[in-house]
C-alpha cells in the first residue's frame, strides 16, 4: 500500500481553517480521491456524549470502544495518541491517498499557515487566497 501524502493546517481561531479544509473535501471527494481529516485539539474533549452505551463501556473502563452500524464504523481509543499513531491507525482502514490535519503542530508535517500566527516548523506555505495553488500543493498525484 502506498503512503499517503500529509498535509496541515494551522491558524488562529476563525481564520478559517475548518470552512477551507471542508471546501478541500468537497474537491478532493468529486475528484474520487480517498482522503482522511484529522482534527487535532489541544483541549481534553470527547466526542461521544454522557449516557450513550459507548460513553457507559468507556466509563466502565475499556481502552477501546467500537460502534459499528449500517453506515458507519466509530472507534474510540481512549488514551492519546501522536498524530503518527492515527495516521498508521487510518491506513489499516482503507486506502488513503491524502490525510489532512486541522490545527497541525507535529514538527514532521508539513504544513500551511493560515493568517498571522507565529510561523511553525515545516510550514511550507502561507495560504493567501490562491485556492488552485492550494489544491496544487496537497494533491498527492
Do not use: H
Not at 508539513?110 to 502561507?126: D, P, S, V, Y
Request: hydrophobic fraction near 40%; glycine fraction near 6%; aromatic fraction near 8%.
Amino acid at each position: 500500500m502506498k503512503e499517503p501524502k500529509v498535509i496541515g493546517f494551522y491558524g488562529y481561531s476563525g481564520t478559517g481553517k475548518t470552512t477551507l479544509i471542508e471546501r478541500i473535501c468537497r474537491d478532493l471527494a468529486d475528484r474520487e480521491i480517498s482522503f482522511a481529516v484529522i482534527k487535532q485539539s489541544d483541549k481534553a474533549i470527547r466526542m461521544d456524549q454522557p449516557g450513550k452505551d459507548t460513553f457507559r463501556f468507556q466509563d466502565a473502563g475499556a481502552g477501546v470502544v467500537a460502534l459499528a452500524s449500517r453506515s458507519e464504523t466509530d472507534l474510540i481509543i481512549n488514551r492519546a495518541m501522536s498524530i503518527p499513531e492515527v495516521i498508521s491507525l487510518i491506513k489499516s482502514a482503507g486506502d488513503i491517498n491524502l490525510v489532512i490535519v486541522e490545527s497541525c503542530s507535529d514538527p514532521s508535517i508539513a504544513k500551511i499557515r493560515l493568517g498571522e500566527i507565529e510561523e511553525r516548523e515545516n510550514t511550507i506555505w502561507t495560504y493567501d487566497n490562491d485556492y488552485q495553488k492550494l489544491l496544487d500543493l496537497i494533491i498527492p498525484y
